[in-house]
């Protein structure tokens, strides 16, 4: 089955600063690859996703890119503030696999 | 638009217990996901529900739990007996895909979950 893998695991940034987190795939025919917020007692929350046939994706201060050669895509978060402070999963279609999460923190 | 309820929000009991989950999701959504979130880790796919038929039941522990969904709207979610390693917190999401194909490509929107503790 598919295996996707999340780095790191903890992120600690400055207020203002950017974040950057990482997954990688396994199955060649995943094609479909979101990200999820997780506030604390809260269930996920899609924050953005990217489909296989484009290699970047922006939403104001947040972004994905995705490499299909190397199977890895990456979060990008610009101008962190401290409510972006929660645990991001990076996930892969086929069968839905998530990765083990980051949590991120932003400091004041 | 209301989102994906779910009940109860915390559950207790103890070990060899038998417990039950509810789900209601979002209405005129096909499909029903249940997943299992450990403490610290991401959600694990349980089953995957398309009106009332199970597209993807390969990671359910099928000998202590079972899922159903009558009538393609809401779903329960049972274990029985429960053991201490099935402390997590259940989730249930559903999107509006109308496709019967393993995974998905639509957005999924889940619910609080609930927090079972078994002792």
């Known amino acids: 089955g598919e295996n996707v893998e999340q780095h790191p695991s903890t992120l600690s940034v400055q207020e203002g600063d950017s974040a950057v987190i990482k997954c990688t795939y396994s199955?060649?025919?995943?094609?479909?690859f979101p990200w999820y917020k997780q506030e604390l007692g809260k269930g996920p929350q899609l924050i953005i996703d990217i489909r296989s046939n484009v290699g970047e994706k922006k939403d104001q201060r947040i972004a994905v890119t995705l490499n299909k050669t190397a199977k890895h895509f990456s979060l990008h978060i610009t101008e962190t503030q401290p409510e972006d402070s929660a645990v991001y999963f990076c996930a892969s279609s086929n069968d839905m696999r998530f990765g083990a999460g980051t949590r991120l923190t932003v400091k004041p | 638009e209301a989102g994906v309820a779910q009940s109860p929000r915390y559950k207790i009991i103890e070990k060899r217990q038998s417990v039950a989950f509810w789900c209601n999701p979002i209405s005129g959504h096909a499909t029903l996901y249940w997943y299992q979130q450990i403490l610290g880790q991401g959600p694990k796919l349980l089953i995957q529900?398309?009106?009332?038929?199970?597209?993807?039941d390969s990671q359910l522990p099928k000998d202590r739990f079972s899922a159903e969904r009558l009538k393609g709207v809401d779903s329960t979610l049972k274990i029985q007996p429960a053991k201490l390693e099935d402390s997590a917190v259940y989730l249930c999401?559903?999107?509006?895909?109308?496709?019967?194909?393993?995974?998905?490509?639509?957005?999924?929107?889940f619910g609080p979950g609930t927090r079972l503790t078994v002792l």
């Open positions: 999401a559903s999107s509006g895909t109308t496709g019967s194909y393993r995974g998905s490509t639509d957005t999924q929107y």
């Open positions: 199955d060649s025919a995943s094609n479909y």
């Open positions: 529900f398309q009106n009332n038929g199970v597209v993807d």
